[in-house]
């Protein structure tokens, strides 16, 4: 019940709440911690990873960052795609700081 009481946010409120309720009447929600973990992390899990990747990849911007750390960044989230070169340089390249662009291109 602890950690329920942490869980956060307008649309989860309900389902605490029930979880909660059910606890406190005795009901046996989870086996251990792991299990809690478990069922936490099915129920919150991204259903789409490659999705949410090109999602971040489009919206990654260098910003006054090294280009260093752009780069790692954008490799992490590429990883997570199955996008071919083509694409990932154009959006490497549109997240490039302008200046930089600039200058290299």
Known sequence: MFVLSYIQ??????????AINLIAAGQELFKDFKDFIVQMEAQFRDLSPKVTAIGKLKTLQQGSSFVDEYI??????????????TALVEYLKAGLNPTLFKYIY
């Open 72 to 85: 790692l960044q954008f490799k992490a989230e590429a990883s997570q795609t199955d996008l071919g070169d």
């Open 9 to 18: 946010g307008e649309k989860h409120s309900i389902g605490k709440n029930e």
